[in-house]
């Protein structure tokens, strides 16, 4: 039976001589564990994780819409089967049950988490989605810039919906930059962006 020091991670990697496939595994588990808590903490300081993100791997997720529940799934769905799959992999090897069963356990343990991890995303993009809150009722609002809109780009703002202040993807009307703090008014919706133009202040 394998025990908890048999899950020496850090120095299966860097250390210690083992396996090809227990090199593999370790990896994984320590890649995906660790990509899957920093994705974890930079989505509870909103959208701080989509910019380090988007600059690090050049992925595009909105992260504060509906359709981006899909982009964030399937990244976190990714870091949860390489962990579990690294784990369980491991697990199984450590256990004396032979490379064969270690890859197979290690397979079914990555899909298994995959699923459920996108499973719990869907409940939470569900669940957020439940104030039946259009983002046509956007228009006409007032608020403020929160990452800056580039010249021809796309940035974020921050405007009171619903009652709760809510962080969308907003691109200028004008095409002009709009610099972070600045005040705009929301007047028109592309799919999931919001068309914006300059404001003289927050009051409506």
Same mark, same amino acid.
């Given at each position: 039976?394998?025990? +908890?020091?048999?899950?020496?991670?850090?120095? +299966?990697?860097?250390?210690?001589?083992?396996?090809?496939?227990?090199?593999?595994?370790?990896?994984?588990?320590?890649?995906?564990?660790?990509?899957?808590?920093?994705?974890?903490?930079?989505?509870?300081?909103?959208?701080?994780?989509?910019?380090?993100?988007?600059?690090?791997?050049?992925?595009?997720?909105?992260?504060?819409?509906?359709?981006?529940?899909?982009?964030?799934?399937?990244?976190?769905?990714?870091?949860?089967?390489?962990?579990?799959?690294?784990?369980?992999? %491991?697990?199984?090897?450590?256990?004396?049950?032979?490379?064969?069963?270690?890859?197979?356990?290690?397979?079914?343990?990555?899909?298994?988490?995959?699923?459920?991890?996108?499973?719990?995303?869907?409940?939470?993009?569900?669940?957020?989605?439940?104030?039946?809150?259009?983002?046509?009722?956007?228009?006409?609002?007032?608020?403020?810039?929160?990452?800056?809109?580039?010249?021809?780009?796309?940035?974020?703002?921050?405007?009171?919906?619903?009652?709760? %202040?809510?962080?969308?993807?907003?691109?200028?009307?004008?095409?002009?930059?709009?610099?972070?703090?600045?005040?705009?008014?929301?007047?028109?919706?592309?799919?999931?962006? %919001?068309?914006?133009?300059?404001?003289?202040?927050?009051?409506?």
């Amino acid at each position: 039976m394998a025990t +908890l020091d048999d899950f020496d991670l850090i120095s +299966l990697v860097f250390g210690e001589a083992g396996s090809s496939l227990e090199l593999l595994f370790a990896a994984s588990a320590l890649i995906g564990g660790v990509l899957f808590l920093l994705w974890f903490i930079l989505m509870l300081l909103g959208g701080v994780a989509e910019g380090v993100f988007e600059g690090l791997f050049g992925l595009e997720m909105d992260m504060m819409s509906s359709d981006g529940s899909f982009d964030a799934m399937t990244f976190q769905g990714v870091m949860a089967f390489m962990m579990f799959f690294g784990l369980a992999g %491991l697990y199984t090897l450590k256990s004396d049950g032979g490379d064969t069963l270690a890859i197979g356990v290690g397979g079914v343990a990555g899909a298994a988490s995959m699923y459920g991890t996108g499973k719990i995303f869907q409940v939470f993009f569900a669940l957020e989605a439940s104030g039946n809150i259009e983002i046509s009722d956007a228009v006409g609002q007032k608020g403020t810039v929160y990452l800056r809109i580039p010249e021809g780009g796309v940035g974020q703002v921050q405007i009171q919906l619903g009652g709760a %202040l809510k962080t969308y993807n907003a691109k200028s009307k004008d095409e002009q930059g709009i610099a972070t703090g600045d005040f705009i008014e929301v007047v028109d919706t592309i799919a999931s962006t %919001l068309v914006v133009e300059r404001a003289s202040s927050s009051e409506e």
